[in-house]
């Protein structure tokens, strides 16, 4: 079985793509390399390509060679024997439609399903499967309510239902930012909820090559200026990322426990992190993400490291995960 990184996508989060498939072949070099294009087409990358490329999060990446369609790489991979390390973030990389696509060719992958993929990335619906879990979720607000929600709490917050490393992120401070969802809801879905004070965390979930599913110690974050998007995230050194959190004992269980089961809740396999708001009431529930980002700098590697797991070893029992799973 050939291992290989499929990388990049056609959405805005290719660029966070870049990186992670830099992470993730530093740790698997001997795995091929396949570039996914916004063009929809699939590129063979040489390993000095991908990892020449200095400014990941910022400059786009660009193939030298020739691709193929994606339908055509799957086909592809499926005859070569191939496993696909995802090393893809948001669209049609984490929805589902990837997923899909490889399943019904019988090509294994590393990471969740393509039902799971479809449910965790529906922010609105994955807030409801977790609660039926019993993780404490807060109630969405429509759009059209937003001028009465505003009235009532005094500060909002709106995303994209379906979208990730917060792209689109509107923080409802005063009257223009009413306007502003209301334009980005024409050209997406979104998402509003009352804003919550609180410690922003996250907390990772690992699935074993045995069945062993459990919580990675949670992060606590601290952005530089007030707002954890993408700027935050990824280019300012001033954002702290803290792990283990410093949590209370008690804090950092319910974090752990309602990881897990949002986790179990949205049928998620291998690994996965789920972020939430620390509020006075305890941790509340924000998403799950199916394909978290894997960069050097990013949240779930520094988790596998206070867990004293080394990437490699995540990464090897993940394709052993894919190649079980492909068997049944």
Known sequence: MRITILFGGTNKERLVSVASAQALHSALPEADLWFWHVADT??????????????????????????????????????????????????RAEDG?????????????????SASSYL??????????????????????????????FAEHGKLIAKP?????????????????????????????????????????????????????????PIEIVPADGGFDYTAKYLLKSTQEICP????????????DQALKAHRA???TGYSRTDFIVSEKGPIYLETNTLPGLTKASLYPKA?????????DFLHDQIALAAKRAQK
Not at 45 to 72: C, I, M, T, W, Y
Not at 124 to 143: D, E, S
């Open 97 to 113: 439609e990837l997923q899909v696509m490889c399943e019904m060719r019988g090509i294994p992958f590393t990471g969740s399903g």
């Open 266 to 268: 949205l049928s998620c």
């Open 161 to 217: 239902v379906r979208d990730g490393s917060s792209y689109g992120l509107i923080f409802v401070n005063a009257q223009q930012d009413l306007v502003a969802v209301r334009n980005a809801a024409r050209r997406e879905e979104y998402l509003v909820e009352p804003f919550i004070a609180g410690v922003e965390a996250t907390c990772g979930v690992l699935e074993q090559p045995d069945g062993t599913v459990f919580s990675l110690p």
């Open 245 to 256: 959190g410093r949590f209370t004992p008690a804090v950092s269980a319910q974090i752990m």
């Open 304 to 312: 596998l490291k206070a867990q004293g797991i080394e990437f490699a």
């Open 42 to 91: 699939v590129h063979d990358v040489p390993s000095k390509k991908l990892l020449n490329h200095a400014r990941p999060f910022e400059d786009e990446f660009k193939p030298d060679e020739r691709g193929v369609g994606l339908e055509q790489a799957l086909d592809r991979a499926k005859a070569e024997d191939r496993l696909l390390v995802l090393g893809l973030h948001g669209g």
């Open 120 to 149: 965790a990335f529906d922010k609105v619906a994955a807030k409801r499967f977790a609660a039926l879990a019993g993780v404490t979720a807060t109630v969405g607000i429509a759009v059209e309510d937003i001028e009465a929600a």
